[in-house]
């Protein structure tokens, strides 16, 4: 899952990206808000980060177009971190040993919400998946898919660009717990069905299913094409 943390304050910025990063996530940091409707459409993060008196300090409509709300499954606003320690701090002496990462873990406590399938939307890609009523599409075009593809393809997706070793795959769809190999060899079966599914929906359309061998799998829309330099030829 790729991250977009708006804050202006560098060293929190720095500590929160450490702890998230360590936790698993690729974290992007943006100083200021009115820099966050370019970076959503340069980055195409799953998850905006960010202080919601932030945006109202500073008079913004980052997402006033609807365009690019559309292209963020979910916005997690937080509060300063002053408020954000205040309850821990028992007396005037006492303030956390590591406000960063008390900050970071209340973060990752959310995220796991989010892992439990607590969000509407998710796009990858081509690929979009509708929790709220189970549904996918590929390129605009439904995508059929099994109660088990569409919860292998949220794990995936909720993991985007980043891949996801099979046992991990295994507990987290199944919920059982077994060796690299056997999960392998299920996923192999579930992981071919559904590629068989998306060139069915868009036939002309990039890959998004890739395989680490040895390793798991990741889905990953594809790049961008690269702009050209200034003063090109065409």
Known sequence: MKILLVQPDASLARGLRYYL??????????PAVDALAEALK???????????????????????????????????????????ISGAAVGADATPPNPQRQLAE????????????????????????????????????????TPLQFKLLSVLALNSKRVVEYRDLLEQVWGIEGDAGEARELLKVHINRIRQKLKAAAPEAPPHLHAARGFGYMLAGPRPAPKPAAGGTA
Do not use: W
């Not at 990063?21 to 943006?30: H, K, N, P, S, T």
């Not at 399938?117 to 898919?145: E, H, Q, T, W």
């Open 21 to 30: 990063q360590q936790a698993g996530y690729q974290v992007l940091v943006i």
């Open 42 to 84: 340069k980055e195409s993060p799953d998850l905006v980060i960010t202080a919601s008196d932030t945006i109202e300090i500073a008079g913004a409509r980052p997402l006033a177009d609807e365009g690019d709300l559309a292209r963020v499954p979910l916005i997690m606003p937080l509060p300063h971190l002053e408020r954000a």
């Open 106 to 145: 209340g973060i990752i406590a959310r995220l796991r919400q989010v892992r439990r399938g607590r969000i509407s939307r998710i796009r990858v890609g081509g690929l979009s998946l509708n929790f709220d009523r189970k549904r996918a599409s590929f390129y605009g075009n439904p995508l059929p898919l």
